[in-house]
């Protein structure tokens, strides 16, 4: 079992920063491959990025390429996600999520997501 808490949401004005944090519990975190997903207001959950377990790569949809990135420190059961150049369309409860084997597929444990909203 992993139970994912995070933190670092809030209200920033476009162009603005923010890092967000998701503190995994668990002996075992380094062993999953560690998603983030956003969902804004009436639409779809949507996959942002992914960090995997065994060699660290990460993966980012293209509306955040270049402007966030994922990493994770596995002393710290943590995972990262710093947003750069944000717009008003990257709004949204952004979550963390866990799951073996790769990005893709079937993630197995959530958090309870934290709010980004960014001002025009």
């Known amino acids: 079992q992993v139970q994912l808490v995070e933190s670092g949401g809030g209200l920033v004005p476009a162009g603005g920063s923010l890092r967000l944090s998701c503190a995994a519990s668990?002996?075992?975190?380094?062993?999953?491959?560690m998603g983030w997903f956003r969902r804004a207001p009436g639409k779809e959950r949507e996959f942002v990025g992914g960090?995997?377990?065994?060699?660290?790569?990460?993966y980012y949809v293209d509306s955040v390429k270049g402007r966030f990135t994922i990493s994770r420190d596995n002393a710290k059961n943590t995972v990262y996600l710093q947003m750069n150049s944000l717009k008003p369309e990257d709004t949204a409860v952004y979550y963390c999520?866990?799951?073996?084997?790769?990005?893709?597929?079937?993630?197995?444990?959530w958090g309870q997501g934290t709010q980004v909203t960014v001002s025009s």
């Open positions: 668990g002996r075992t975190f380094s062993s999953y491959t």
């Open positions: 999520a866990a799951k073996t084997g790769t990005y893709t597929g079937t993630y197995n444990y």
């Open positions: 960090v995997s377990w065994s060699d660290g790569n990460t």
